[in-house]
């Protein structure tokens, strides 16, 4: 069982950054993938990124990659995402999302294969 908690969201101005954290508890983090999804109103989820289970692998949706970066600290059981160059089409509810695998490839841009999820945190950029 892992438990998730995201923060760092807030309100920033577009061109502005901000650093969402994702700290899991629960045992052998380590061996769990991590994702980010987002979902704006009125918009279902999408996929933002993903980091496999030795941070070795990281996968961007293609509108964050170059402004986005994925990071993870197993010993301390976070996952970070580093979001800088913001735009108003990043608004959106930001939740991040694990699942004990070892596989890669796009298996992580679906929600559905994703085990635990945190309550998400809530991103707006200002135009």
């Known amino acids: 069982q892992v438990q998730l908690v995201e923060s760092g969201g807030g309100t920033v101005q577009a061109g502005g950054s901000l650093r969402l954290s994702c700290a899991a508890s629960g045992r052998s983090f380590s061996s769990y993938a991590v994702g980010w999804f987002r979902q704006a109103p009125g918009q279902e989820r999408e996929f933002v990124s993903a980091?496999?289970?030795?941070?070795?692998?990281?996968y961007y949706e293609d509108s964050v990659k170059g402004r986005f970066t994925i990071s993870r600290d197993n010993d301390g059981g976070r996952v970070y995402l580093q979001m800088n160059s913001l735009k108003p089409e990043d608004t959106a509810v930001y939740y991040c999302?694990?699942?004990?695998?070892?596989?890669?490839?796009?298996?992580?841009?679906?929600?559905?294969?994703?085990?635990?999820w945190g309550q998400g945190t809530q991103v707006t950029v200002s135009s």
């Open positions: 980091i496999n289970y030795s941070g070795y692998k990281k």
């Open positions: 999302a694990a699942v004990n695998t070892y596989y890669d490839g796009d298996y992580y841009y679906h929600s559905n294969n994703y085990d635990y």
